[in-house]
């Protein structure tokens, strides 16, 4: 039973590229959320996600940054022209329902470095 | 948003020692989980709580919904659990977890 998977684990890039960071759920669950984390800081949440669906964004920068859950395959994180301030870890987690009374579960990570 | 207030912010213990970890937040909840971060950045799930108590070996928690906060009790620390811990928090439909800053933990051979 495979819990949440994020690829990859470590992702370099150089500023102005463009990220992909990606997120398989557990089975069955198709609620999926993203978090980010600076150094030597808590989790903020992005983004809350069902299949085909953005349900809360209010955590998500305005410009340069998306994420999608598309029918089939991964939830992704998309970033484009990467800047410095961008490092960091970001978290995808996945629940079975909304998150109310369900416990999330957490990937373990994709550490975003930006040269 | 929830205020998630987190205490101590850093703890240094000798192996063998009991702590207790604080979390005290502003609102009702109706989800609470404990995480602990390994020195390897990897979010290890340690209780869902959003009341009453759990244990799980050396570590047990408490949530007293009622009064806004819970604790984390480690017994017998090992140098293993060293890292941070979290605390977070979820209010009804709002559909996301709010963070505390987390313990920092040190745990001394």
């Known amino acids: 039973n495979a819990g949440v998977m994020q690829n990859p684990r470590h992702l370099v890039r150089r500023r102005g590229q463009e990220a992909r960071l990606r997120c398989s759920p557990m089975?069955?669950?198709?609620?999926v959320y993203w978090y980010r984390q600076l150094p030597e800081e808590g989790l903020k949440f992005m983004v809350y996600l069902q299949k085909e669906n953005i349900i809360d964004e209010s955590g998500m920068p305005k410009e340069r940054f998306s994420a999608e859950f598309p029918k089939e395959g991964p939830s992704i994180l998309r970033i484009q022209q990467v800047v410095r301030g961008d490092s960091a870890a970001y978290f995808c987690?996945?629940?079975?329902?909304?998150?109310?009374?369900?416990?999330?579960?957490f990937g373990d990570g994709t550490r975003l470095s930006i040269l | 948003g929830i205020q998630v207030e987190q205490s101590p912010p850093d703890l240094i213990l000798q192996e063998g020692a009991n702590s207790t970890l604080r979390c005290n937040f502003s609102?009702?909840?109706?989800?609470l989980q404990w995480f602990h971060q390994n020195p390897w950045g990897q979010l290890i799930n340690l209780f869902y709580?959003?009341?009453g108590t759990k244990q799980n070996g050396r570590l047990s928690a408490t949530t007293v919904a009622t009064e806004r906060y819970s604790l984390l009790y480690i017994s017998s620390s090992q140098t293993t659990d060293s890292g941070v811990y979290f605390c977070a928090v979820e209010r009804y439909n709002f559909n996301k977890f709010y963070f505390g800053s987390g313990t920092k933990l040190n745990v001394k051979p």
């Open positions: 089975k069955g669950h198709s609620h």
């Open positions: 609102d009702s909840v109706n989800n």
């Open positions: 987690a996945s629940s079975r329902e909304g998150a109310s009374n369900q416990p999330q579960h």
């Open positions: 709580i959003p009341s």
